[in-house]
């Protein structure tokens, strides 16, 4: 290949972006809905960290996502006894969802997907335009601000099913990532 060729095709390449996304309120909401699931977890642990069983940190991290470029996100890190459980904002340019949290254990990671908050499953279609581009969208239609969106947990792959996070289930998810 030439410079030119390569030239070419770096220019072609700058068209290729989509913009029918509005990424800065992407962002914002993607911010936003971190900020609510620290919330939650402080609120929910708030008792255990009174006690001085469990010390929660904020650990920031930056994230380089195509679209929002480079931005940083905060994440959480709990330590008790000789546990250190890190919840690790992941992104918000996933398929289905509008960002991935994970929370990482000693002996397992577990997967919090910010979905709609009516799902129970993935909803996705995929449609093949008529020059043969694939596209893959949620099947129902909404875009990203109209949607009622909520924290939920997701089971592996490869039949996904989403389980609404609250105490109890967060509770269960720091054992699993602990104890596997």
């Known amino acids: 290949m030439s410079e030119r060729e390569f030239e070419a095709f770096l220019k072609e ?6 913009t029918t996304e509005n990424w800065e309120d992407r ?3 993607w911010q936003d809905k971190l900020q609510v699931l620290r919330a939650d977890i402080h609120q929910w642990l708030a ?10 940190s904020e650990e920031e991290k930056t994230l380089i996502e195509e679209g929002l470029g480079s931005y940083t996100v905060k994440g959480l890190r709990l ?19 509008v960002g991935r949290v994970d929370v990482i ?3 397992a990671t577990q997967r919090l997907l910010l979905v709609d908050k009516t799902a129970s499953e993935p909803n996705i279609a995929t449609y093949i335009t008529p020059n043969g581009e694939v596209e893959v969208f949620e099947a129902t239609g909404q875009y990203f601000v109209k949607v009622d969106w909520a924290w939920k947990l997701a089971t592996r792959p490869p039949e996904v099913k989403y389980t609404h996070l609250d ?12 104890n596997g």
């Open 105 to 107: 254990g000693p002996k």
């Open 79 to 97: 330590e008790f006894g000789h546990h250190i459980i890190s919840i690790t904002p992941v992104g918000t340019r996933l398929i289905g969802s």
């Open 167 to 178: 105490a109890n289930a967060f509770f269960d998810i720091l054992m699993k990532v602990v």
């Open 47 to 56: 008792k255990y960290v009174e006690a001085g069983s469990i010390v929660i």
């Open 27 to 29: 962002l914002v909401l």
């Open 13 to 18: 390449a700058e068209g290729d972006f989509s």
